[in-house]
């Protein structure tokens, strides 16, 4: 009769033995078997595992371990992994979270009885409920939402809004939003986001989004961004010459006419301390007279939410600039 103990060293013994099995295995298909050489490659796209000596075929038709499609990016990748939904920062929970369809059926894609739909419904509002186990889950929630909202009416793209909903993140973590409307502290992560990405949206348009007023996002932006230390790079005002030519439905002539008269009256400083959008509207303006594609000061000002007295000014700063009559 074997005792117990006896059977577990044998085992254990077994199992060395089968370990140092395979270690000689691998150790032999290491070397080359025509000119025991080890310098052995694998080749990615065939498979195969190739002598760098003789250039035999050792190994073919392995296993590819990779993934049977392309990522150029690593947010492409992320799209395409296949471990799940990619984690977002634009949900509070960042997405780890499952949700109960709204549909009303079963695995078969067959209508459920109404007994099954009101135990479902019922899943759904518990469910709901407990996504937010505290306010400061609930204030995100609710924040985020609103950024999303404001971010689609906006048109600009998810990068926008994944670096606003950190920078609320941020903020809340610094207790920055007591005292302070959710709506204003999104509106202002939203505009503070737009900035740092490069993507032109002024003020204004992101106030007619927005449902607090223009100077309270103004003034919390600014608060935000000097207690979280935002690096904000002033505002190029020919980031918003190909929208509001687009919009204005002039010629490429007119657009990179309006660029060099920026360029031109940007490197005699006639730029600092001027609105970046009533900047581009003048440069529009002046271009189109230049190109004969006259367009009134009226049409340019609705596009660019600017003034037209604030138009005629800067251009008239502008064709002295470029010595222009």
């Given at each position: ?324 009559n």
């Amino acid at each position: 009769m074997v005792r117990p103990t006896q059977q577990r060293e044998r085992d254990q013994m077994s199992v060395t033995e089968a370990d140092e099995h395979e270690n000689e295995n691998e150790s032999e298909a290491q070397t080359c078997p025509e000119c025991d050489s080890g310098a052995l490659v694998a080749s990615n796209d065939s498979n195969e595992i190739i002598c760098e000596e003789c250039g035999l075929v050792i190994e073919e038709q392995n296993i590819d371990h990779g993934p049977e499609w392309r990522a150029f990016n690593h947010a492409e990748r992320q799209n395409k992994s296949r471990v799940g939904a990619p984690t977002t920062q634009t949900m509070h929970d960042k997405g780890l979270t499952t949700q109960i369809d709204w549909k009303n059926k079963d695995a078969h894609g067959r209508s459920i009885s109404s007994k099954k739909r009101n135990q479902l419904n019922r899943l759904r509002k518990w469910q709901e409920r407990i996504r937010t186990k505290d306010a400061g889950e609930r204030n995100l929630q609710f924040a985020l939402s609103e950024i999303d909202r404001m971010a689609s009416a906006l048109g600009v793209p998810r990068s926008v809004r994944e670096v606003a909903s950190v920078i609320y993140r941020q903020a809340l973590s610094e207790d920055l939003i007591r005292g302070r409307s959710i709506e204003g502290v999104a509106t202002s992560c939203l505009y503070a986001g737009c900035r740092q990405e490069g993507i032109p949206r002024s003020l204004e348009e992101v106030t007619e989004v927005s449902r607090v007023g223009k100077k309270e996002i103004g003034r919390t932006y600014r608060y935000i961004a000097k207690e979280l230390s935002l690096e904000m790079k002033p505002a190029d005002p020919k980031e918003y010459v190909p929208r509001f030519c687009s919009d204005l439905e002039v010629s490429e002539e007119v657009k990179m006419k309006a660029i060099e008269i920026i360029d031109e009256s940007a490197e005699q400083g006639l730029l600092s301390g001027k609105s970046p959008t009533g900047f581009a509207a003048a440069a529009i303006y002046a271009a189109s007279l230049l190109c004969n594609e006259k367009k009134t000061q009226k049409e340019v000002a609705e596009v660019a939410q600017v003034t037209e007295v604030t138009i005629r000014n800067r251009y008239q700063e502008q064709i002295e600039a470029m010595g222009l009559n």
